[in-house]
């Protein structure tokens, strides 16, 4: 169960980048991000009135803290992206995001057997082949840059500890609670940006169809790698389903070589094929 909800969460993750990289073309990542979330939080709502959430006092705190992570994710990684160059920092977000819950599982006494440990190291190596796009000019990121793809890493990673710290019969309150708090943060970004720069819109309109519907599939992806994603911690261990979530990358890079055609490195179909033999590595470990 672990290994086949945290692939799901993986490729959720990746979808929704994917779609929600395309909305960001055309409007504000702030903006983008924004109506995703609002959407993630009409989609989370509906789905625990049919799994069930349960508002304890435990649950509302992490959920608190897991929407500030959220919020200093999101900002830190579309800064590192904005700084680039985005074949370094965003796999550099990816491993950090799947370490640091690993050494946090290991810490509290999770035993990982020797087939998971290698399966472990592999995907983080798969993670880099993955996201790493060579090139003749290839340059190393800027401190900044770096510090920010470190931010983002440590904001998803926080993420994912604090809901697999949820107890297992809360139901998607946690995700809830997460959700709004995002989202009351986000819209905190976009107000102090309008106040910086007044004859700017305050939030992009959506003009389209189009991209109305990039923005809900969007939402829709990243909530369901949530939901995923907490199926897989709940089933297992926390390391597992954080290193399998990090392949993420994997999906958006077939989704652009599907839908834009865009061609796949040689080390990054290495990547893909180490991927899945470590995955067939946990799942006979």
Same mark, same amino acid.
Do not use: H
């Given at each position: 169960?672990?290994?086949?909800?945290?692939?799901? @969460?993986?490729?959720?993750?990746?979808? +929704?980048?994917?779609?929600?990289?395309?909305?960001?073309?055309?409007?504000?990542? #702030?903006?983008?991000?924004? =109506?995703?979330?609002?959407? /993630?939080?009409?989609?989370?709502?509906?789905?625990?009135?049919?799994?069930?959430?349960? *508002? $304890?006092?435990?649950?509302?705190?992490?959920?608190? *803290?897991?929407? #500030?992570?959220?919020?200093?994710?999101?900002?830190?990684? *579309?800064? %590192?992206?904005?700084?680039?160059? !985005?074949?370094?920092?965003?796999?550099?977000?990816?491993?950090? @995001? %799947?370490?640091?819950?690993?050494?946090?599982?290991?810490?509290?006494?999770?035993?990982?057997? $020797?087939?998971?440990?290698? +399966?472990?190291?592999?995907?983080?190596?798969? #993670?880099? &082949?993955?996201?790493?796009?060579?090139?003749?000019?290839?340059?190393?990121?800027?401190?900044?840059?770096?510090? =920010?793809?470190?931010? +983002?890493?440590?904001?998803?990673? /926080? !993420?994912?500890?604090?809901?697999?710290?949820?107890? @297992?019969?809360?139901?998607?309150?946690?995700?809830?609670?997460?959700?709004?708090?995002?989202?009351?943060?986000? #819209?905190?970004?976009?107000?102090?940006?309008?106040?910086?720069?007044?004859?700017?819109?305050?939030?992009?309109?959506?003009?389209?169809?189009?991209? %109305?519907?990039?923005?809900?599939?969007?939402?829709?992806?990243?909530?369901?790698?949530?939901?995923?994603?907490?199926?897989?911690?709940? $089933?297992?261990?926390?390391?597992? %389903?954080?290193?399998?979530?990090? &392949? =993420?990358?994997? /999906?958006?890079?077939?989704?652009?070589?599907?839908? &834009?055609?865009?061609? !796949?490195?040689?080390?990054?179909? +290495?990547?893909?094929? &180490?991927?899945?033999?470590?995955?067939?590595?946990?799942?006979?470990?």
């Amino acid at each position: 169960m672990t290994i086949i909800f945290g692939l799901l @969460s993986a490729f959720s993750y990746g979808y +929704a980048d994917f779609v929600g990289a395309l909305a960001a073309k055309r409007i504000r990542a #702030v903006a983008a991000t924004t =109506y995703s979330f609002s959407v /993630g939080l009409v989609v989370a709502l509906i789905l625990s009135m049919f799994v069930g959430a349960d *508002y $304890s006092p435990q649950t509302i705190q992490t959920g608190i *803290y897991a929407g #500030v992570c959220s919020a200093v994710a999101i900002s830190c990684l *579309y800064a %590192a992206l904005a700084l680039g160059p !985005i074949s370094i920092v965003s796999p550099l977000t990816a491993v950090v @995001s %799947a370490v640091i819950p690993v050494v946090f599982d290991v810490i509290a006494g999770q035993e990982l057997s $020797s087939f998971a440990v290698t +399966a472990v190291v592999l995907i983080l190596v798969a #993670v880099v &082949l993955v996201g790493f796009v060579p090139g003749d000019k290839v340059r190393l990121p800027s401190m900044p840059a770096f510090l =920010y793809s470190i931010g +983002a890493g440590l904001g998803f990673s /926080g !993420i994912f500890v604090f809901l697999d710290a949820t107890d @297992s019969d809360s139901g998607l309150a946690a995700l809830v609670v997460m959700r709004v708090v995002g989202l009351i943060l986000l #819209v905190g970004g976009l107000l102090i940006l309008w106040l910086r720069t007044p004859k700017k819109e305050f939030i992009e309109r959506l003009t389209d169809w189009k991209l %109305a519907g990039l923005v809900f599939l969007a939402g829709v992806g990243d909530v369901l790698g949530n939901v995923t994603f907490l199926i897989a911690t709940r $089933s297992g261990a926390l390391a597992i %389903a954080a290193v399998l979530t990090a &392949l =993420y990358p994997v /999906g958006t890079i077939l989704l652009a070589r599907v839908f &834009l055609k865009e061609r !796949i490195a040689v080390s990054q179909g +290495a990547g893909i094929a &180490l991927a899945l033999g470590a995955c067939a590595l946990l799942a006979v470990g």
